[in-house]
């Protein structure tokens, strides 16, 4: 059995070996076989048009604030979706794949505007002004991991308190399941406050598909423990990574998954290791099927 070790590299002075983004930690929380298609792997996977739809809208959402705030209106919002796609085929021309076989482009369009709508029930975007717009941001923690990501949005008020804030295009988890959607808030977070030494006020998911939000006040407690469960898990990473044993976790997700035909939960043969001997550093760049939306 092929088996890989950790590749170390450097970032601004400081030696690194290895990486995460909010995405793929819950990856390899959700299942490590996933993990490993992804990151090891990196099988190219089709985008679900629920997927490139939240990228659409995170687009648009983003590209709202450009506009004097009187402008930012829902009738403006829907006059962007189909700028928005067009840039979006351009970026990404398999994403026009979705609607080959005769889908309907025009409703699903029509879709995005809905989630917009969404959006300006939940707040008014004339009567705020974002200090940062997907903000990207990264730090070493201690033992040379790096944190990576994007921010939705970021607020700070003039008092000096900060939100961070993110938009999800599904809906709101059961409160059962709360804690796994705070997790990438708390990844955020922590990132931030070992970048800037002050923790975030406020963390804020706002959940399009039926209008709620879900808040939470992180505290220094947190964010350690948060900064204690991504080094257990790189921890659990290299162990795979060095065993080559990247174990399947059969659930009621695998419906959803790319991979299911070679998992052999299912029944599939595991492609080989690719020859490379080391765990690639994950690209900070991702296509719309791996993005945060993706996941909503």
Not at 1 to 26: F, H, K, N, W, Y
Not at 28 to 54: H, K, N, Q
Not at 181 to 208: D, E, S
Request: proline share 8%; net charge negative.
């Amino acid at each position: 059995m092929r088996t890989q070790t950790v590749e170390r590299t450097v970032v601004d002075g400081v030696s690194v070996i290895g990486s995460l983004s909010p995405s793929r930690a819950s990856d390899f929380m959700t299942c490590p076989l996933l993990y490993r298609f992804r990151v090891v792997d990196r099988i190219p996977e089709t985008p679900s048009s629920d997927a490139v739809r939240g990228t659409l809208v995170h687009a648009v959402l983003e590209d709202l604030f450009d506009a004097p705030a009187p402008a930012r209106t829902l009738e403006q919002a829907r006059s962007m979706v189909a700028p928005a796609w067009d840039r979006l085929k351009e970026a990404e021309p398999q994403v026009e794949e979705l609607f080959k076989d005769g889908a309907d482009l025009a409703q699903w369009l029509e879709s995005a505007g809905g989630l917009l709508a969404s959006y300006f029930a939940l707040e008014d975007p004339r009567r705020l002004e974002p200090a940062e717009r997907e903000k990207y941001v990264e730090t070493v923690i201690d033992g040379g991991l790096l944190l990576r990501g994007y921010v939705d949005r970021v607020d700070v008020a003039p008092t000096g308190e900060v939100r961070v804030v993110d938009y999800k295009t599904g809906k709101a988890p059961r409160e059962f399941f709360e804690a796994k959607a705070l997790f990438q808030m708390k990844f955020y977070a922590l990132v931030m406050w070992r970048t800037t030494g002050t923790i975030p006020t406020l963390l804020q998911l706002m959940y399009l598909g039926n209008e709620e939000v879900l808040r939470y006040s992180p505290d220094e407690q947190d964010l350690l423990a948060t900064e204690r469960k991504l080094r257990a898990l790189w921890t659990a990473i290299e162990r795979a990574s060095t065993t080559g044993e990247w174990r399947p976790n059969k659930s009621v997700l695998c419906g959803w998954c790319d991979h299911k035909a070679r998992c052999p939960e299912w029944g599939g043969t595991l492609p080989p290791l690719p020859e490379r001997e080391t765990l690639p550093i994950e690209p900070a760049v991702m296509s719309p099927a791996e993005s945060p939306a993706a996941a909503d």
